[in-house]
């Protein structure tokens, strides 16, 4: 991708295009690129954080779901993207909304507490839920 990417920009520059004309061109890929870059600095950085910080039993099995939900809603919400690149397989990209399906229904249970641990005020969830 990122090699497409800069072979796009230097054909442009061979074809006579400034350097600006041609990265504005390529903007979009390389802005993608970017984004996904940090997606996967995220998921890497929770990873490692809960392994070196959570001291409580289980609820590293409950950040990982949320790990795991958050990469999969990524993919659903790119899988076009994975699959023009090769990165994902149509089964895949088929199953992906299934996964954050499953994903949403394992972690349900938990629903009330992990939005209690982020402190919002009941005032400002305008679900039936949050009014409890």
């Not at 390389?30 to 984004?35: E, G, I, K, P, Y």
């Not at 990165?87 to 909304?97: E, N």
Request: with cysteine; proline share 5%; hydrophobic share 45%.
């Amino acid at each position: 991708m990122l090699a497409n990417t800069l072979a796009g920009y230097n054909r442009r520059l061979a074809a006579g295009a400034s350097p600006y004309e041609a990265a504005a061109r390529e903007q979009l890929a390389l802005f993608r690129l970017a984004w996904a870059h940090i997606e996967r600095v995220v998921l890497e950085q929770f990873t490692i954080g809960v392994a070196a910080q959570c001291r409580e039993p289980g609820v590293d099995a409950i950040l990982g779901q949320l790990r795991d939900l958050f990469g999969s809603s990524l993919i659903e919400a790119e899988r076009g993207w994975y699959l023009e690149n090769g990165l994902l397989t149509p089964a895949a990209s088929k199953a992906a909304p299934g996964q954050v399906d499953d994903l949403c229904a394992r972690l349900a249970p938990e629903a009330v507490a992990l939005v209690d641990a982020f402190g919002i005020p009941d005032e400002c969830l305008g679900s039936p839920i949050g009014r409890k």
